[in-house]
């Protein structure tokens, strides 16, 4: 009854509009008051704040964030979606590919979902809408290439996943490139199946990008900035010559060089990236408070071992349970943000699925897998409200042309369940 009651405490916060982190945080402690003395509810409490800044892997949230920014202030995230698109415009379709190749490699820049939408769209609908491309489409593919990036490495949702439980976030951004690269892979082969039954979708051969007024954009696109960006991050990350958390630093030093040497960045832009960057910061790690003190009531209700011991008396499938797992991140991805989520609920599901035995590297690349989804299907999906706000197209016409993307990402999300080497063969 006590977690019940501490469960429709938190749901009672969230409709009230009380921001997660402090619903997350107030509905621990007050359900903390049940199970626990007043002065060790306190004592968590203190240790809790000690603990997050106090970790050093923290971090890497802030830089990686700051990355995005200072790529997005600079036009270098602008640069690679103009590149991409000379590179595949003679096929049809080929600016909405465009858009994943360069949701991919911003991707490897940056851990930002929404940094990834918003720049996809300013960069190429413009162009996709002037060609002809369906709104559906465009606004769809622009949806799903940014939920690349909280895939591919560097990933902020591997960052938490790692934060709570303690996992090598290095271990964890390397088993993210296989399941980025077959994900790709996967919204391409959407686009064609798409055109194939609608090919009056799109034009035949695209163009150069243009911006809202027409103009040519082509006489930018230059790659050199984000190769050398990349090359960097993940050099160094991979090398070993640097651990994520420092990674995230030198990304976050390397775009703001750049995009100082590049002549484009200005005090304004620069101070609206610090504040982004501020405000985002802020509220990951805020949540992250927030759940660490809802983690320990539940611990104090010891609702894992029971979980656990009910699953072994009832003698159901471990697979069976992983996959009602993520059914249930499924769920919770369509109504809640993605980090709330994380933070909620990893405590309790990784000890469920380590306890019977699987692999926690490969369910956390399941567990992000889940997140993405999330991002794009309604009533919360967040990059479809970002991706029809930047392009000005109703939230309806949106999640309509980001379906058949979701019936993707279910089949992928198969296939990593089925094939967990598709996530550990680099790990291995």
Not at 32 to 51: D, I, N, R, S, Y
Not at 362 to 384: H, S, Y
Request: aromatic share 8%; net charge neutral; hydrophobic share 55%.
């Amino acid at each position: 009854m006590t977690i019940l009651a501490g469960t429709l405490l938190l749901i009672l916060f969230l409709l009230l509009g009380l921001p997660v982190g402090f619903a997350l945080g107030v509905a621990g402690s007050i359900s903390l008051l049940f199970v626990a003395p007043q002065a060790t509810v306190l004592g968590l409490m203190t240790e809790v704040v000690h603990h997050t800044f106090a970790n050093y892997v923290i971090l890497t949230i802030p830089a990686f964030v700051m990355m995005s920014e200072f790529l997005s202030a600079g036009g270098i995230a602008d640069d690679m979606m103009i590149a991409c698109n000379r590179l595949m415009r003679k096929v049809k379709g080929g600016l909405a590919m465009a858009c994943v190749l360069a949701g991919a490699v911003l991707a490897a820049t940056s851990g930002s979902s929404t940094a990834s939408v918003a720049t996809i769209a300013r960069a190429a609908y413009p162009t996709m809408s002037r060609l002809g491309y369906n709104p559906g489409l465009a606004i769809g593919t622009i949806s799903i290439a940014g939920t690349l990036a909280i895939m591919i490495p560097p990933s902020i949702a591997l960052v938490v996943y790692g934060i709570l439980t303690e996992e090598s976030i290095g271990k964890l951004f390397i088993a993210g490139i296989g399941p980025g690269v077959v994900t790709g892979l996967g919204y391409m082969v959407a686009i064609r199946l798409v055109l194939w039954r609608n090919p009056d979708w799109a034009p035949s051969h695209d163009d150069a990008l243009t911006d809202a007024e027409g103009h040519r954009l082509e006489q930018k696109g230059r790659v050199w900035p984000v190769v050398l960006l990349v090359v960097l991050v993940l050099g160094s990350l991979y090398s070993g010559l640097a651990t994520p958390t420092e990674v995230g630093a030198i990304g976050a030093v390397g775009a703001f060089l750049l995009s100082l040497s590049l002549g484009r960045l200005r005090a304004g832009t620069a101070a609206t990236a610090i504040g982004n960057t501020l405000r985002t910061s802020a509220m990951i790690v805020t949540i992250i408070f927030g759940a660490l003190m809802f983690g320990y009531f539940m611990t104090y209700t010891q609702v894992t071992n029971r979980l656990l011991d009910f699953i072994a008396a009832s003698d159901i499938s471990p697979h069976l349970v992983l996959v009602l797992i993520l059914l249930m991140y499924l769920l919770l991805g369509m109504l809640m943000d993605q980090f709330a989520i994380l933070v909620l609920t990893v405590p309790v599901s990784y000890s469920i699925v380590t306890g019977l035995g699987f692999d926690p590297i490969w369910f956390g690349i399941l567990i992000v897998k889940t997140a993405e989804i999330g991002l794009v299907t309604p009533p919360v999906g967040l990059n479809v409200f970002i991706a029809s706000a930047a392009t000005q197209t109703p939230t309806k016409v949106g999640f309509k042309g980001v379906a058949p993307f979701v019936a993707v990402e279910l089949v992928l999300l198969a296939l990593l369940v089925s094939f967990p080497e598709i996530s550990l063969f680099l790990v291995n």
